[in-house]
């Protein structure tokens, strides 16, 4: 990352991903005015288009949350040190990211605090004073919030020092409340990757060595850029009974033992921003998906003649009309920009739909629609606009869904064999579906040797049947996914 107190300005061209992928993904990021670097070291501007993004992915998420029953609070942002001490592989997996306060104003505080890096202790200690019967669970919190965690190496939306997310927090009677809390929400990740972003995503369990700090079990989502790697893009964590022992949250059971509560953790971020840009795009810039692209349609009057009394109030009057339909439209009434400085930039910013509508249109009673994922344009009259321009964008998002699996298709190998495994990850990188014996030594040679790592171990991996581990031939219980990734 270019060092952000120099804040360079704005790139002219995009880079094209085949000469620099990293290059392309910055440049489209601030040229698509999504986000900018700021005079704050590892921290990032999130600009209003890339916000409104982030505000249809939110909305779309707290839905699925809703509709599971859980509803939304919020807590401190800071946190005792004695807090965050009590859970011993939390501690240690988050401290060297931790970021402090030791001083209010001129007073030196008794006890420092911590920046959150996620909630999980503040919120078990609240959860503590909350339950005492089983009749108090399940809960089932979440919270939208920023979070702190100090980076080296930062990027865009996928690593940067803050950043915003959510984090549920569900706290249950059974293992098995727990466990099943635990795999729906990854599921409803999934859903929401596949059908929002159409990014599909493979979901499995994460090995020991991968997951998280002071969690039984950790699942996630993978998804596969255009570069060939491959994106976290949500956990889900079943932490047994790690935090309510540390933090005390016991409960009166069904027949009046004292029992120790189960509890969960699960969270996505504006990481999947990034995740979208990389899923979708092209050397002309971003393409959103419809669902969530602040503006599904951008109109763009053609000004020939006496335009503003002819050509605008008809581009407005079908704007109102696709408005009423509840899609997001734009007109880009401009006068200082040639129309085809407005389709270059519009194409680059990702909007599905352009609508061109010019004098000769208007005689003909009909407009013209471009698609910026095909770049086809087709005649459209005006008569029906409204269903023909819901009919594209659903076609629009099926289509991406269905180039980006094609492309994870392709651009996934199995094979038994460590030199093959060595050679695919030298060339083409993608996922690479291996037989691997589960011990974490193996798992780390691979990644010292490849760079690759395990993004884990899909629900549907069928028992590796007579297969050998490809890293110490040792028999081999599952069939991991390997890739380089972000
Ligand atoms: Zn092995």
Redesign the pocket.
């Known amino acids: 990352m270019t060092k952000e107190t120099e804040l360079p300005d704005l790139p002219t061209e995009i880079t094209p991903q085949s000469q620099d992928f990293g290059r392309w993904y910055i440049d489209v990021v601030r040229r698509a005015e999504l986000a900018d670097y700021s005079p704050v070291k590892g921290c990032m501007v999130i600009r209003p288009y890339g916000y409104a993004i982030w505000e249809l992915m939110q909305q779309a998420l707290d839905k699925r949350f809703k509709e599971t029953g859980h509803v939304n609070a919020y807590f401190p942002l800071f946190i005792p040190e004695s807090l965050l001490m009590k859970e011993a592989e939390h501690v240690e997996g988050f401290a060297p990211q931790v970021a402090w306060v030791t001083q209010g104003g001129t007073e030196v505080l008794e006890e420092r605090l911590v920046v959150r890096p996620t909630s999980e202790t503040i919120i078990g200690t609240m959860y503590a004073k909350w339950v005492h019967s089983w009749r108090d669970l399940p809960i089932l919190i979440n919270q939208w919030a920023n979070v702190v965690r100090w980076e080296k190496v930062t990027r865009l939306f996928l690593r940067t020092t803050e950043f915003l997310w959510q984090e549920g927090h569900t706290a249950h009677e059974t293992a098995e409340e727990a466990e099943a809390e635990t795999r729906q929400m990854l599921g409803v990740y999934k859903n929401f990757a596949e059908t929002e972003l159409a990014m599909p995503v493979i979901d499995g369990q994460k090995t020991e060595s991968e997951k998280f700090a002071g969690a039984d079990r950790t699942y996630s989502i993978e998804a596969l850029m255009r570069d060939g790697r491959a994106l976290q893009a949500g956990t889900s964590h079943n932490l047994g009974q790690n935090f309510s022992k540390s933090y005390e949250i016991k409960f009166q059971a069904r027949d009046k033992s004292v029992q120790y509560a189960w509890t969960t953790s699960w969270g996505v971020s504006t990481r999947m921003i990034g995740a979208v840009i990389m899923t979708h795009g092209d050397d002309g810039g971003l393409i959103l998906p419809p669902r969530v692209a602040p503006y599904q349609v951008v109109v763009v009057p053609i000004p020939r003649g006496n335009w503003k009394e002819t050509v605008l109030p008809k581009a407005r009057a079908l704007r109102d009309e696709l408005i009423k339909r509840g899609i997001r439209v734009h007109i880009d009434d401009r006068d200082s920009q040639t129309p085809g400085w407005k389709f270059n930039e519009w194409e680059l910013r990702g909007v599905p739909l352009r609508m061109e509508i010019g004098p000769k249109d208007l005689e003909k009673s009909q407009v013209v629609l471009a698609r910026r994922d095909t770049r086809e344009k087709s005649f459209v009259p005006m008569d029906g606009l409204p269903d023909e321009v819901e009919r594209l964008l659903l076609t629009i998002q099926q289509a991406l869904f269905d180039r980006a699996l094609a492309f994870r298709t392709e651009h996934t190998s199995e094979t038994d064999s460590y030199d093959e495994f060595k050679q695919i990850m030298d060339g083409r990188p993608g996922f690479v579906v291996a037989p691997?014996?589960?011990?974490t030594?193996?798992e780390a040679d691979i990644k010292s040797e490849t760079q690759a790592t395990i993004r884990n171990i899909p629900f549907t991996s069928a028992p590796a049947a007579g297969a050998t581990?490809?890293?110490?031939?040792?028999e081999?219980t599952v069939r991991a996914w390997f890739a380089k990734s972000y």
């Open positions: 691997w014996c589960g011990s030594i193996c581990c490809i890293k110490c031939n040792g081999s």
